[in-house]
């Protein structure tokens, strides 16, 4: 069962060393890595070229720049019957792949496999939703983060399977891409699973924004706010449970924890993410 991972870079090269790094060490060799160069020089050449004999790599350079567009433009590289969007700056565990296929091959129904975003540490988790528990991935509980996930292109419609250019970075809607893909193939009925024992390290960058001030985090819930308002204009009554989730509980309760804890800071952040939410929600254009 051959994985085609699709890598959109922009500005990196000790990280993506390090993911390429990961992946010569790999368990399971039936892989190849597709790699959508955004960067206007030839930043990384020279470290692709290093990896050439390792696995098979597609160096593909574009003139355009968006993460969302850049998976998607890569899609069609693909030759694997799974297909997953690591970040440049993600590491995978060595047996990330040889987890992966096992589980597709164990559960056949399953079309999306979501795994577990770690601090690189086995247990300290870092971006997405995470549990230590696997279990079902629904509309209500969405599991992982885009390049945490793994999708079975034998179970999903070609149709179904693109990201939205309008989501992600470089984009009007600074994030969530993956989320909107995730929830759209649910929405077409196709099953997700979520395990931890996948592992895939991502600096816990949610730690950062919080320390930096919260400025990301206005550009982050300006796209959930854009992400809710996409699927309520479609008349998807499933918003409903978003709409009072993230726009009023969340949000508010947050604020009332950070009153109580006397913590400026942490209310800042809350404050910004509810702002953002309802910014992007009366923004939205399709």
Same mark, same amino acid.
């Given at each position: 069962? /051959?994985?085609?991972?699709? $890598?959109?870079?922009?500005?990196?090269?000790?990280?993506? &060393?390090?993911?390429?790094?990961? $992946?010569?060490?790999?368990?399971?060799?039936?892989?190849?890595?597709?790699?959508? =160069?955004?960067?206007? =020089? *030839?930043?990384? @050449?020279?470290? &692709? *070229?290093?990896?050439?004999?390792?696995?098979?790599?597609k160096?593909?350079k574009? @003139?355009?720049?968006?993460?969302? *567009?850049?998976r998607? #433009?890569?899609?069609?590289? %693909?030759?694997?019957?799974i297909?997953a969007?690591? =970040?440049?700056?993600?590491? #995978?565990?060595?047996?990330?792949?040889? /987890?992966?296929?096992?589980?597709?091959?164990?559960?056949?129904?399953?079309? &999306?496999l979501?795994?577990? +975003?770690y601090?690189? +540490?086995?247990?300290?988790?870092?971006?997405?939703?995470?549990?230590?528990?696997?279990?079902?991935?629904?509309?209500?509980?969405?599991?992982?983060?885009?390049? !945490?996930?793994?999708?079975?292109?034998?179970?999903?419609?070609r149709?179904?399977?693109?990201?939205?250019?309008?989501?992600?970075?470089?984009?009007?809607?600074?994030?969530?891409?993956?989320?909107?893909?995730?929830?759209?193939?649910?929405?077409?009925?196709?099953?997700a699973?979520?395990?931890?024992?996948?592992?895939?390290?991502? %600096?816990?960058?949610?730690?950062?924004? #919080? !320390? &930096?001030?919260?400025? /990301?985090i206005?550009?982050? +819930?300006?796209?959930?706010?854009?992400?809710?308002?996409?699927?309520?204009?479609?008349?998807?009554?499933?918003?409903?449970?978003?709409?009072?989730? /993230?726009?009023?509980?969340?949000?508010?309760?947050?604020?009332?924890?950070?009153?109580?804890?006397?913590?400026?800071?942490?209310?800042?952040?809350?404050?910004?993410?509810?702002?953002?939410?309802?910014?992007?929600?009366?923004?939205?254009?399709?």
């Amino acid at each position: 069962m /051959k994985c085609s991972l699709i $890598l959109a870079t922009l500005g990196r090269d000790i990280e993506l &060393v390090l993911f390429l790094n990961s $992946l010569a060490s790999q368990t399971y060799r039936d892989f190849e890595l597709i790699i959508i =160069d955004q960067n206007k =020089d *030839k930043k990384i @050449d020279n470290i &692709v *070229k290093q990896f050439i004999n390792c696995f098979p790599v597609k160096h593909i350079k574009v @003139d355009f720049s968006g993460l969302a *567009k850049a998976r998607d #433009y890569g899609i069609q590289f %693909a030759r694997g019957k799974i297909i997953a969007f690591p =970040d440049d700056d993600c590491v #995978y565990e060595v047996n990330v792949l040889e /987890k992966v296929v096992s589980e597709f091959e164990r559960k056949e129904e399953l079309a &999306v496999l979501a795994g577990g +975003s770690y601090d690189f +540490s086995k247990t300290k988790f870092s971006m997405g939703a995470n549990s230590n528990k696997p279990g079902k991935v629904s509309h209500f509980k969405m599991m992982g983060i885009e390049f !945490t996930h793994f999708f079975n292109l034998s179970k999903i419609k070609r149709e179904d399977f693109y990201l939205d250019h309008h989501f992600g970075i470089g984009s009007k809607y600074f994030s969530i891409e993956g989320f909107e893909l995730l929830y759209r193939l649910m929405r077409a009925g196709n099953r997700a699973f979520y395990t931890p024992e996948i592992r895939i390290y991502h %600096a816990n960058k949610e730690v950062e924004n #919080y !320390t &930096v001030g919260g400025d /990301k985090i206005l550009k982050d +819930s300006f796209a959930i706010g854009a992400f809710i308002r996409k699927f309520t204009n479609e008349g998807d009554a499933l918003m409903i449970y978003y709409i009072l989730r /993230k726009m009023f509980v969340a949000p508010v309760l947050k604020m009332m924890l950070a009153v109580f804890l006397l913590n400026p800071k942490r209310l800042s952040y809350s404050y910004k993410n509810l702002i953002g939410i309802w910014q992007g929600f009366f923004t939205y254009r399709k």
